[in-house]
C-alpha cells in the first residue's frame, strides 16, 4: 500500500516552531531538491504564512507563491484555507473567498486544504466550489476534538458530507496533537466505511503521540500523512518526515521517498535552525513534550499565546487556573474544536474570567460574535446564561452569516486604486488593511530609492 506523505517544513512547521518567520531566502536554495524527493505534496502557504509575509518579513505572499511555483515543478503544492475566514479572523463575503480561491490557484496552488473552526460546512463550501471550478484539488477537513457530544457516528457523518460537496479528498486536522493510536484507528475504519476518496491525516507532536497515532491510522487505511524533517519536528511541530519513512518502509509500505536526498534537507535546514534559537525566535519551551494537553486539550500555539498574555499582566502565577477555566469555557460556548481563531476566543476568554475574578464580567467582542452566530453554528448548546448576557432579547443568527454580507472586492478594487497595483494586491488589503497599507509604502519606498539611485550610478 501507498502511504503519501506531505511534508510541512515550509508552513506548518515553521509556524507551530518559529511563529512563521522563515523568509523565503532561508529555504530558496533547498527547494529543487525539496522537488525531487517524491513527496505527494509540500504544504508551504496558507495559514499564518500571509499575514507573516506582510507584517514581518517584508515580502509580497502572492510573490511567494510565485517563487515556490517556479522551483518546485514536480511536486503539488499544498495551502491551508480557513473557508470563509480565508486567513484572516473575520467572515468574508462570498465575492471575496471566491476571488482568493481563484488567484491562489492562478498563481500556482494546486491542493487547498479547506476547514471551518466548527466543522459548519455551510462555511467552506464556497471556497470548495470554487476550487474545484478552478481546477484545483479541494481537500474537505474535519477539525478533530473530544467531547461529550463528538463520536466516531458524528465525525462519519461529517465526512460523508464532505463527500457530498465533491471534494476530492478528506483530511483529519488533530491540532492538538491529541488524537491516541486507537481513536485513529477507529476513526480512519468509520471515515472509510462511509465515503470512497482518500482520507489524510494531520496531527502535531505536541503530546507526544503523533508517531503511534499515524501508524495506527495507517493501519486501517489512511492514505497519507503530514510529516517535519527531522530538524524541524518534534514538540508542537509534526513528526520526524524520516522517521516515519524509515518505519514504514520497514513495514513495507511504500512511501516513494528517496531517503538519502531527505538526508540532504535536512542537514540544509540545521543552520537555519542554529540561527533563529540563538535568536531567541525558537524557544526550546516548544520542542518538548506537553501531555496537558491531553487534559485540557489546548494546541501548542494556543499555550504560548496564553503564557504571553499572562507575562504581560505579571500573572504568569495563575495558568493553572487558567487552564482549569479553558475547558468551562470551552463547554459554555457548545465544545468548539480549538483550532483558530476558537482556540484564540476561548483561551482569552479564559483569562479574563480568572484575571478580573468573575465569570464573563468582560467578554470579549470575538465571543459576543460567536454567541450571536456570526462564526457558525455552535457543534453543541451553548450556555443559556451567556446567551442572555450576550444578546439580551436578541435572537442569534441561524442563516449563513456570509448571506448577510454584500460583496466587497468590486468596490474596494476602486477605493484602493491609487495604493494597489494589482488584483492580488487588493485581496491582501482586504484581508489585513494595516498591514497591508504599510507594506505597500514600503514597498513603493525602496523602489524610488532604488530608481534614485540608478539614476545616480548613470
Known sequence: MKVNITETVLRDANQSLIATRMPYSDFEGILEKMDDVGYYSIECWGGATFDSCLRYLSEDPWERLRKLKSKLKKTKLQMLLRGQNILGYKHYPDDV??????????????????FDALNDFRNIEVAVDETLKCGGHAQGTICYTTSPIHNMDNYAQLGKQLEGMGVNSICVKDMAGIMGPQEAYDLIKALKGKVKVPIFLHTHSTTGLGPITYMKAIEAGCNGIDTAISTFSGGTSQPATETLNYALNQMRYQTGLKSELLKTINDFFRPVKDKFLSSGV??????????????????????????????????????????????RVRKDLGYPPLVTPMSQMVGVQAATNVLLGERYKA?????????????????????????????????????????TLSPEFDKMKKEL???????????????????????????????ATKVSYSIMKV
Open 363 to 403: 467578554i470579549s467582542k470575538e465571543v459576543k460574535s460567536y454567541v450571536r452566530g456570526e462564526y457558525g453554528k455552535a457543534p453543541g448548546e451553548v450556555d443559556p446564561d451567556l446567551i442572555k448576557k450576550v444578546l439580551g432579547d436578541e435572537k442569534p443568527i441561524t442563516k449563513r452569516f456570509a448571506d
Open 417 to 447: 486604486k491609487g495604493m494597489c497595483k494589482t488584483d492580488e494586491d487588493v485581496l491582501s488589503y482586504i484581508l489585513f488593511p494595516q498591514i497591508a497599507e504599510k507594506f505597500f509604502k514600503e514597498k513603493e519606498e525602496k523602489t
Open 282 to 327: 525558537l524557544d526550546p519551551y516548544v520542542l518538548g513534550t506537553e501531555t496537558d494537553a491531553l487534559v485540557y486539550q489546548i494546541p501548542g500555539g494556543m499555550l504560548s499565546n496564553l503564557i504571553a498574555q499572562l507575562k504581560q499582566q505579571n500573572a504568569l502565577d495563575r495558568l493553572d487556573e487558567v487552564l482549569q477555566e479553558t475547558p
Open 97 to 114: 473567498v471566491r476571488k482568493f480561491v481563484s488567484y491562489s490557484i492562478k498563481n500556482g496552488m494546486d491542493i487547498l486544504r479547506i
